[in-house]
């Protein structure tokens, strides 16, 4: 048997298990294409019903950052305790004992990027967030590595899935703002406390990471333009229907013609020829528009346990075959 690649969990909430379970169910898939064993070898979770819930062995779980920390043969740190803190401390700790990092906090790499960037330089390590920006849609890959040859003059994408799908109930059921949120609420797709998906904040913070790997431009998300979709009614979507568009919540960041990027997340009206009108429901999407290979959509689900495990685990994957190299 060849080397193993061990890499460890800081949480295992929604998003662990679902990174937990990309790794373990699909290991022969992962073996047959990179030729590699990875093991989570570690889990950092304090709660005992998380600990106790029978799809990871007891065995491996610690309440200790420590004991992932000052385990040399821990290779990498998957990030998904969420929140600020102790996440933030965490990350830069691993980095700091020569850990790569991944990590799905959008609001915490928004926030925080150049920091985090320059201490994966400073210690040598990688620094992975494909997680943060539209869960399983795998466009920091893409922008990254398959559109390298590239320059890009827009990104433009929905990337809330919460706010479409209330958007596309009000928009196709004739269901009021305040019904619509209820049947997300229900469904899962939106939080008891919506605030952070309705007024745009989510969003702002995914075009933040876009606009720093597309462009190179660190932009905060407290300095563009952001509304929510709280102000929409019937007649703003009836209006725009009359003129074939959509109402979508957009995030939008374009290189203008003195080479400066204006960027907003507002409500805007999409032409229906445009193919983020089609969007639907709690569907992410994102249109990237190059100089070279023209425009590329991306679409698919941008949260939920297994999508966001994908790319965390996909993640891990890439840090594991760099390393085998």
């Known amino acids: 048997m060849g080397k193993v690649y061990k890499v460890a969990l800081l949480g295992f909430g929604t998003v662990g298990k679902g990174t937990y379970r990309s790794i373990t169910v699909n290991a022969a898939e992962i073996k047959r294409r990179t030729g590699l064993d990875i093991e989570v070898s570690r889990i950092l979770e304090l709660k005992e019903e998380a600990i106790n819930c029978g799809i990871a062995p007891k065995e491996i779980f610690t309440q200790d950052i420590n004991d992932i920390l000052n385990d040399p043969e821990i290779v990498a740190v998957a990030e998904i305790i969420g929140g ?61 590595r398959s559109l390298w040859a590239n320059s890009f003059n827009q990104v433009q994408g929905i990337v809330n899935g919460t706010t479409n799908y209330i958007l596309t109930k009000m928009d196709e059921e004739n269901m009021s703002y305040e019904e619509a949120l209820k049947q997300a609420q229900a469904k899962g797709f939106a939080e008891q406390d919506p605030t952070a998906d309705v007024e ?27 509304v929510g979709i709280t102000g929409v009614t019937k007649a703003d979507l009836e209006a725009a229907a009359a003129k074939n568009c959509k109402i979508k919540l ?33 569907f992410n999407a994102i249109l990237l528009r190059c100089n070279m290979a023209d425009d590329i959509f991306l679409e698919g689900r941008g949260a939920g346990q297994d999508p966001t495990g994908s790319a965390m685990a996909s993640d891990l994957i890439a840090i594991c075959v760099e390393l085998a190299k």
Do not use: H, W
């Not at 803190?85 to 150049?114: C, H, I």
């Not at 390590?125 to 869960?135: D, I, L, P, S, T």
């Open 84 to 144: 600020k803190e102790p996440a933030a401390t965490f990350m830069l700790q691993a980095m700091a004992a020569g850990k790569n990092v991944v990590t799905p906090n959008k609001a915490l790499v928004a926030a925080r990027y150049d920091e985090f960037k320059a201490a994966a330089e400073k210690y040598g390590v990688e620094f992975r967030y494909e997680a943060a920006v539209g869960g399983a849609i795998p466009v920091i890959e893409t922008i990254n």
């Open 200 to 226: 745009g904040i989510d969003t702002a913070n995914k075009l933040t990471i876009l606009m720093a790997e597309a462009f190179g431009v660190y932009m905060p998300p407290t300095e563009f333009e952001r």
């Open 250 to 282: 957009i995030a939008n960041a374009e290189r203008q013609a003195d080479g400066t990027i204006k960027a907003s997340v507002k409500p805007t009206e999409i032409p229906c020829d445009n193919p983020l009108a089609g969007v639907r429901n709690e």
